[in-house]
């Protein structure tokens, strides 16, 4: 290898040292690593040139250019050396991942030093002749925008999709860290520069960053700036106002957004936008629109081979069938977009289709497959610093929790999850928080806590126009009016509820809607009414198999019908709702359906087969008390 080519090469890496050095003295620790990260790169690149004798070629879709480049050198490298650039790979990547039962690593002067010294080592391992001139002076500006600009691109490509894999979190933090701190100090950049900037804020969550940049990007004269980063940049402040939950600017953006990526041809740019207008109207209401934006999405994600939108949008029409009731569809679609999602390591797609089967799961009664596909989506997403998918997560083993009794534990998962949402802006993720909570301080007779918090939730949910949260909220307040006997106001409540799910085309809450004006109903001693409402309850439960709401409406009705004097149809009822929670292993279920058994069998004279009933009965109360 030439002197001069040497030169470059010893060059570069002193560069990116200096400036680890420096960033490390000014406390910039994320970015002191991305520049070790660079001279790590630049150091196996260039052992693969003088062992080879060219730049490395790499195949599509390589997931790590840096991995395989290493690869392909291995067995020419000393063990030593291939040992240290894998450590360095290793610290540069993996050293803000955490778990829960772990504090989180703290990158501190000692820790850069420590990276520091492994490069050093290896430079000198293997060009001893030609020392890194660690004494030079540093261009610091220049190598800051050089380094800014090696990696703006990928950052760019990287922030077209909705996540971050785990071996580039670290570059968009020092990526944004370096970048953010050069604007404070009035460096100048190309407005494509300023996007990525951007985009990695955005990426770690400082959205008001963001938010600035993308807006004094959109304000430039346009032909300072592309119509494909015109694009992202909208495209970016939707997914902003979506995360706040302000659905009106969201879909402005992105069909502002989207008109662009027409106009241009960016076919895989305007498949994103259709889904995330989708997920808007769907979230709104507005399903047949949803239906429809989905659809065309789909088609053209397909055509073009985009699979991670294509598994986006099947993502995205699970919900909207699992929030119709169709879980047999719901279940397909969520599993289909698994499957690709594991096949190209879409991490943020695989951890919310493994939450949202476990929904499905957990409505059809099977609480430990809920728990256990939860868990593994908690994982996915704390590997992965997916915090919006932890958050998720936690959230819904605190309702598995909170279903099984447990209430200190499930207040403790909402409360953490909590935490996260307010620490990211997530809307969605506080009001499902403050609503656990809420529900859980009815439980405890704490009405006017509940209450609070409720009226909370309703007016986020109002404010981001979330319909189907909207309803859920006036549901629960309705429920604390019904417990203070005003059934007056509950009904009203109920049966707006009712019309709100009705319009959306929510069956879930359609039924839950019915069951309680059906509970009103028979507190009112209106039997007839109750019944009419209770059995198309009923068959919305059968429809969409929420197995724990029809045993709970199969109680209501064998209680009615037994009131009635209908033994015989009230024992029908209260043996089927016997055999559902049978089914779904719910013990306490299990013992009340058979208290209702044996009663029917003592008011009709059979008394040996109330005491075997009864027998039957204290064998499910003591399973279920563990």
Same mark, same amino acid.
């Not at 939950?245 to 069909?255: F, I, K, Q, V």
């Not at 208290?595 to 204290?618: F, P, Q, T, W, Y």
């Given at each position: 290898m030439s002197g001069a080519l040497m030169d470059d090469f010893?060059?570069?890496?002193? *560069?990116?040292?200096?400036?680890?050095?420096?960033?490390?003295?000014?406390?910039?620790?994320?970015?002191?690593?991305?520049?070790?990260?660079?001279?790590?790169?630049?150091?196996?690149? $260039? #052992?693969?040139?003088?062992?080879?004798?060219?730049?490395?070629?790499?195949?599509?879709?390589?997931?790590?250019? @840096?991995?395989?480049?290493?690869?392909?050198?291995?067995?020419?490298?000393?063990? #030593?050396?291939?040992?240290?650039?894998?450590?360095?790979?290793?610290?540069?990547?993996?050293?803000? $991942?955490?778990? *829960?039962? /772990?504090?989180?690593?703290? /990158?501190?002067?000692? %820790?850069?030093?420590?990276? /520091?010294?492994? /490069?050093?080592?290896?430079?000198?391992?293997?060009?001893?002749? $030609?020392?890194?001139?660690?004494?030079?002076?540093?261009? &610091?500006?220049s190598v800051r925008h050089e380094a800014l600009a090696k990696d703006a691109q990928e950052i760019r490509e990287i922030s077209l999709e909705d996540y971050i894999s785990d071996d580039v979190r670290l570059v968009i933090e020092g990526f944004a860290n370096i970048g953010i701190s050069a604007f404070e100090q009035g460096e100048e950049f190309a407005t494509r520069d300023?996007?990525?900037?951007?985009?990695?804020?955005?990426?770690?969550?400082?959205?008001d960053d963001a938010e600035k940049l993308f807006t004094s990007a959109i304000s430039n004269p346009t032909d300072s700036l592309t119509k494909e980063n015109r694009a992202i940049c909208l495209s970016g402040l939707g997914r902003?106002?979506? $995360?706040?939950?302000?659905? *009106?600017?969201?879909?402005? %953006?992105?069909?502002?957004?989207?008109?662009i990526n027409r106009k241009i041809g960016n076919q895989a740019g305007e498949a994103s936008d259709l889904c995330n207008l989708g997920d808007i109207a769907r979230k709104t209401g507005d399903g047949d629109s949803a239906d429809n934006l989905y659809s065309e999405s789909l088609t053209l994600a397909r055509k073009i081979g985009n699979r991670r939108v294509e598994a986006t949008v099947l993502s995205s029409q699970g919900d909207r069938a699992r929030h119709d009731g169709d879980t047999d569809l719901a279940e397909k679609l969520h599993t289909e977009s698994l499957e690709i999602s594991m096949e190209m390591g879409y991490f943020q797609r695989q951890s919310s289709n493994l939450g949202s089967l476990a929904k499905i799961a957990a409505n059809r009664g099977d609480n430990h497959k809920a728990e256990r596909l939860l868990e593994q989506s908690l994982e996915i997403s704390r590997l992965n610093h997916y915090r919006r998918g932890e958050a998720n997560d936690l959230a819904d083993l605190a309702l598995l929790e909170r279903r099984r009794g447990n209430l200190e534990t499930a207040e403790s998962l909402y409360g953490q999850s909590l935490r996260i949402n307010r620490d990211i802006e997530h809307i969605g993720g506080i009001v499902a928080c403050l609503g656990g909570i809420a529900f859980i301080a009815r439980k405890r007779k704490q009405p006017e806590k509940a209450e609070k918090l409720f009226n909370e939730c309703l007016e986020m949910n109002r404010k981001s126009k979330d319909k189907r949260g909207e309803a859920i909220a006036l549901s629960e307040l309705a429920r604390i009016y019904s417990d203070r006997g005003d059934l007056k106001k509950s009904k009203k409540m109920n049966q707006n509820v009712l019309a709100i799910n009705r319009k959306i085309g929510n069956k879930k809450g359609m039924a839950h809607a019915l069951a309680n004006l059906g509970y009103i109903a028979t507190k009112r001693r209106e039997f007839d009414l109750a019944k009419t409402q209770y059995q198309e309850c009923l068959d919305l439960n059968r429809e969409i198999q929420d197995l724990r709401g029809l045993a709970a409406t199969l109680s209501h009705l064998g209680t009615i019908?037994? &009131?009635?004097?209908?033994?015989?149809?009230?024992? &029908?009822? @209260?043996?089927?709702?016997?055999? +559902?929670?049978?089914?779904?292993?719910?013990?306490?279920?299990?013992?009340?359906?058979?208290?209702?058994? +044996?009663?029917?069998?003592?008011?009709?004279?059979?008394?040996?087969?109330?005491?075997?009933?009864?027998?039957?009965?204290?064998?499910?109360?003591?399973?279920?008390?563990?």
């Open positions: 010893s060059r570069e890496v002193s *560069e990116r040292l200096a400036l680890a050095r420096i960033s490390r003295d000014q406390s910039l620790f994320a970015g002191a690593l991305l520049y070790c990260r660079h001279a790590n790169e630049c150091m196996v690149k $260039h #052992q693969y040139v003088k062992i080879h004798g060219e730049s490395p070629v790499f195949p599509p879709n390589t997931m790590s250019k @840096f991995m395989f480049t290493l690869k392909a050198i291995r067995k020419e490298l000393p063990r #030593q050396v291939s040992e240290m650039f894998d450590s360095i790979n290793r610290l540069t990547r993996g050293s803000m $991942h955490h778990a *829960e039962e /772990i504090e989180i690593v703290q /990158i501190d002067a000692r %820790y850069v030093n420590s990276v /520091i010294g492994l /490069i050093e080592t290896a430079y000198a391992y293997l060009n001893s002749e $030609h020392p890194l001139s660690l004494d030079q002076v540093v261009d &610091e500006q300023i996007v990525a900037i951007g985009l990695a804020l955005a990426h770690i969550g400082r959205l902003i106002s979506r $995360h706040r939950g302000d659905m *009106e600017d969201a879909t402005d %953006y992105y069909n502002l957004s989207l008109e019908a037994f &009131e009635e004097g209908d033994n015989e149809t009230a024992r &029908e009822y @209260f043996q089927e709702c016997l055999e +559902v929670n049978k089914d779904t292993n719910n013990s306490r279920g299990e013992s009340a359906a058979l208290a209702k058994l +044996v009663k029917i069998a003592k008011s009709e004279g059979e008394n040996k087969l109330a005491i075997e009933l009864d027998e039957k009965r204290r064998q499910a109360w003591k399973r279920s008390q563990g």
